[in-house]
């Protein structure tokens, strides 16, 4: 059975790109939080005087971004990795 976690290097280079995603994401999510609501995003949202809804607002747009952001630098990374013409062999 093959396996389909791929090597080493295109695990590295997906992992590289999540990462800067993710840190890219995370500035621009910021930005919109600030255009959007006027004010900083919570910097600990389970502080009790941070509201709840302000805390789970911030949760889940940060959640979804970050996640979506992440899975598609890697997938793209990994596509890009795999159709360099370094790799392919006839």
């Known amino acids: 059975m093959a396996d389909k976690r791929g090597n080493f290097g295109s695990r590295a280079v997906g992992g590289a790109a999540a990462v800067a995603a993710g840190f ?3 500035k621009a999510m910021t930005l ?3 255009r959007i609501t006027g004010k900083e ?3 600990h949202p389970e502080d009790p005087e941070v509201r709840l809804a302000e805390a789970v607002g911030w949760a889940a747009v940060t959640a979804v971004a ?3 952001a992440r899975l598609l630098a890697t997938r793209m990374a990994t596509r890009r990795m795999h159709s ?3 790799e392919k062999t006839d």
């Open 24 to 26: 890219a994401t995370r």
């Open 32 to 34: 919109a939080w600030k």
């Open 41 to 43: 995003p919570p910097v």
């Open 66 to 68: 970050m996640s979506t």
């Open 84 to 86: 360099s013409p370094a």
